[in-house]
């Protein structure tokens, strides 16, 4: 007998559903709502929710006083650099793991798997010191490469459970055909999990662009991105909380945005196997 | 030209040999089926040919050159996939050019041959679609397509027909058959299903965990089957199998007699038994004989017209003359 569900069951869901999902985006709310306040009114106790003088001024003293578009553009860069690096590691990598499995690939995913559950602080004195040697020390290409390090081990897992999805006879038939390596993962594989890629890209760009541990902590002032940019606001001045919410607001807008208009792919992409 | 010669050829998984050393010759121009239940070694045989599985030992020649370690591409076969593997992205014309396209054709060359096979295989009319609108049987098409267009030495083809439905099949079979007659060229068919064996082969290879149990042409093996695995395999229905003292009587171990040489009638024969379940196929009905004294049921194939009922009492003629006797080791005695 199927399940039945009736229409009382089904409001009362979507009202959790609705209580849930504005718990959680309630923070960004709030700070979106600060950043239109004026600092009295950012502080005042009790808050006021909605009904406020709404003021564009706080947004003009922050482009005023730090070069938003210059943080915007390391931003773009370093997520956009280290996911394009990573997923040209990533394909073959992905590739031999799927269709030329050995005894040890499920070991080797794991232990990929284990490098993200290191607490990144535990490196950061070698690779701090490794990037004074080499002089990529608050430089973007140094950025590209340690983010597309660090978040390789999810591309790779990514992109192998896209492929495990894609029939084996498929490629098989490809070199029968007299398709070389390269030629079968350029002409064949890729555009047969084009979705797949699309969302690792897309997770990755997100994950990359709200890094803040290692672009803080290797970066200064020519490669800092947006999350160093919402930084410069929380520490010297005190309590600014009006500016600060207009730097947040500027900062995360692009890839809420970008969240936004990508989200189906995103959902399909990490629900992507599960059903078959 | 393509003549294909297996050499004490081997194959092993880890610890588990799952074909032990094999010869066999596949003439040129030649329609060879490999045969066997499943899990028999057919397909890993087919796969070791192509290249697409590793020989452990032994030797593959194609026209006489060493292929052993030639990889896939470059052994000039193309491979018809139970699953058509066609590439879900590209069109049909896409599909049919992939290889020519790796063969870095030129363009001209390309759309004249793949305008040849579509229109041999009468795929023009969606050739500009993709295989995800096409039908079971246009997609197989489309995937023989793809293997023509390189004219290679031999087509492989690795159970192509078990997903079509039974209609679709036989109409492919006989078309796989008209392409063979018409290329001339060296074709090697791997099924379960003996009706196809013996509709389409010129010559049958009956496999048995990996071992060759017997070659020859499909009448070879339904007059003179090796042993008591082939004469049990090939023939529909199952031929029968008796054992114990009626054997003896015809001086064997076991007595072969095919359900199409044993005659029913009302009374007169030497056998009787009680009529089972009757299968009715309307040109033939298979009756399956219980009670007769001998060691099992048998099975008798009538005319649709004959009319006997369950439980009737009937009489079993055997044809002497096309009885098979074979030894206490299975093997056919002369």
Redesign the interface.
């Known amino acids: 007998m199927a399940r039945t569900v009736t229409a009382r069951r089904k409001a009362i869901n979507t009202a959790i559903a609705w209580t849930i999902g504005l718990l959680i985006f309630f923070p960004i709310l709030w700070t979106i709502l600060t950043s239109f306040k004026t600092e009295a009114e950012a502080i005042a106790s009790p808050p006021s929710f909605l009904f406020f003088d709404w003021t564009l001024e706080n947004y003009a003293v922050v482009q005023e006083r730090s070069n938003y578009m210059r943080f915007l553009w390391n931003s773009v860069i370093i997520a956009v650099g280290s996911t394009i690096l990573g997923i040209i590691i990533a394909v073959p990598a992905a590739w031999s793991m799927a269709f030329v499995p050995s005894k040890r690939t499920k070991d080797i995913l794991l232990w990929m798997l284990s490098t993200k559950m290191l607490p990144a602080v535990g490196v950061l004195y070698p690779i701090y010191l490794i990037f004074i040697r080499m002089g990529i020390l608050d430089s973007r290409a140094g950025l590209v490469v340690v983010l597309m390090l660090i978040n390789l081990p999810i591309i790779v897992w990514m992109l192998y459970t896209y492929f495990k999805e894609i ?1 084996g ?2 490629l ?9 390596l390269k ?1 079968e993962i350029l ?2 594989l890729t ?2 999990a ?1 979705p797949g890629i699309a969302s690792t890209v897309l997770l990755n760009i997100i994950l990359a662009w709200n890094e803040a541990f290692w672009t803080l902590n290797l970066t200064a002032a020519n490669a800092a991105p947006l999350t160093a940019f919402i930084a410069s606001y929380s520490s010297p001045e005190g309590l600014f909380y009006a500016k600060l919410s207009a730097a947040s607001t500027m900062a995360i807008a692009p890839i809420l945005i970008l969240g936004w208009f990508s989200q189906k792919q995103l959902v399909r992409g990490l629900t992507f196997g599960a059903v078959k | 030209m393509g003549r294909i010669t297996l050499d004490k050829v081997t194959k092993s998984f880890g610890d588990v040999e799952v074909i032990p050393p094999l010869d066999l010759t596949i003439e040129d121009g030649e329609f060879t089926v490999f045969v066997g239940p499943s899990g028999c070694g057919k397909s890993t045989l087919l796969r070791l040919i192509a290249g697409l599985e590793d020989i452990t030992s032994g030797q593959i020649r194609i026209d006489g050159n060493d292929a052993t370690s030639v990889p896939p591409a470059r052994r000039g076969l193309a491979m018809v996939f139970q699953s058509y593997a066609l590439y879900p992205h590209m069109s049909v014309r896409k599909n049919i050019a992939f290889p020519l396209r790796m063969a870095k054709l030129d363009q001209a060359e390309i759309d004249r041959r793949v305008e040849g096979a579509a229109s041999v295989l009468n795929l023009a009319d969606y050739i500009d679609r993709k295989p995800g609108q096409l039908s079971g049987g246009q997609r197989q098409r489309v995937a023989i397509g793809r293997a023509i267009v390189r004219e290679p030495a031999a087509f492989l083809f690795d159970e192509p027909l078990s997903n079509l439905d039974a209609a679709l099949r036989v109409g492919m079979r006989l078309e796989i058959s008209e392409l063979h007659k018409r290329l001339e060229t060296t074709m090697i068919y791997v099924t379960h299903d003996q009706v196809e064996a013996m509709t389409m082969a010129d010559k049958i290879v009956v496999l048995r965990a990996g071992h060759i149990e017997q070659v020859g042409s499909p009448l070879e093996l339904y007059r003179t089957p090796r042993n008591l695995f082939v004469a049990g395999f090939i023939g529909s229905p199952r031929m029968n199998l008796i054992s114990g003292p009626e054997a003896e009587k015809h001086g064997c171990h076991t007595l072969g007699i095919r359900p199409e040489h044993i005659e029913v009638s009302a009374e007169g024969g030497p056998w009787s038994g009680v009529v089972g379940v009757s299968e009715h196929l309307g040109s033939d009905t298979f009756f399956h004989i219980h009670d007769t004294g001998l060691d099992e049921t048998i099975t008798v194939r009538a005319d649709g017209e004959v009319g006997f009922s369950h439980g009737d009492r009937v009489s079993l003629t055997p044809r002497e003359d096309v009885m098979h006797r074979f030894g206490a080791d299975g093997l056919r005695m002369a």
């Not at chain 1, 098989?172 to 070389?180: C, I, K, L, S």
């Open positions: 029939p006879e498929i098989e038939a490809a070199r029968m055909d007299g398709a070389t030629s002409y064949v555009p047969m084009i």
